[in-house]
């Protein structure tokens, strides 16, 4: 498995949902440094979950989106409740969540948490709240290197909630990328476009395109994210 959290992680994760089933739910937090494999890891909790059977809503924090109002939670459920963002609707929600949870066990999985918006947030804890006793886990993403979401809140910090932390990838992790490989990873992690990768290296872009995708895929890091410079700096490349 090529990733910095090992199998560890994801069996912790899958310990979890196991004790979801029996009626114990839980809200999981998963966050480390930027590359750390944090995307990948709930990736392959969730591709286990959808061999097991359960139900998925998935959603993806952007700063785009960070503005629109319900914009994350209309990536987990296309009907929300009618009514605004208030107690009423928190109740309604959770309602729509529960009787999901009663046809298969539930998993609620955002990533980049730290790119929600503030009535999002807000719906989001109001489920961490109250489903202690359902057959639901709610796993959220996001990156120490960013600010924690909505004003005041750590989420590390409120109760019931289960932390998982991603340390960086390691040398030997990236010591698995060839020569070119790693000249192309070590130009993108120090912020140039596929275009400026091209040109220095006298490439086509969709070479570069090509390149990074592989790269990508043997660090287990998912594209949105920055690669950690330091470790190719100091990694030679195989």
Do not use: W
Not at 6 to 14: F, N, P, S, T
Not at 139 to 152: D, K, N, R, W
């Amino acid at each position: 498995m090529p990733l910095g959290f090992g199998r560890a992680k994801l069996d912790e994760l899958v310990d979890i949902y196991n004790e979801a089933l029996s009626g114990r739910g839980h809200t999981v937090l998963i966050d480390g440094v930027v590359g750390c494999g944090r995307t990948t890891l709930l990736r392959q909790f969730t591709e286990y979950v959808a061999e097991c059977g359960g139900r998925i809503l998935s959603a993806t924090g952007s700063p785009a989106g960070h503005t629109t109002p319900l914009g994350l939670l209309r990536q987990l459920l296309d009907d929300l409740p009618a009514t605004g963002p208030d107690e009423r609707f928190h109740q309604e929600l959770h309602a729509v969540l529960l009787r999901l949870a009663e046809e298969r066990p539930l998993v609620i999985a955002v990533d980049d948490l730290q790119y929600a918006d503030e009535p999002s947030l807000n719906a989001l804890l109001h489920v961490h709240r109250r489903i202690g006793s359902a057959a639901v886990v709610l796993v959220l993403t996001t990156s120490e290197a960013a600010a924690q979401p909505g004003p005041g809140v750590d989420l590390g910090d409120l109760p019931h909630v289960r932390r998982i932390r991603l340390g960086p990838l390691s040398p030997e992790q990236t010591a698995r990328l060839t020569e070119s490989e790693h000249r192309i990873a070590v130009l993108a992690a120090r912020g140039h476009t596929n275009r400026e990768i091209s040109v220095e290296l006298d490439i086509p872009v969709d070479a570069v395109e090509h390149h990074l995708t592989r790269i990508y895929r043997k660090l287990g890091v998912d594209r949105e994210a920055a690669l950690p410079i330091e470790l190719f700096l100091a990694t030679p490349p195989c």
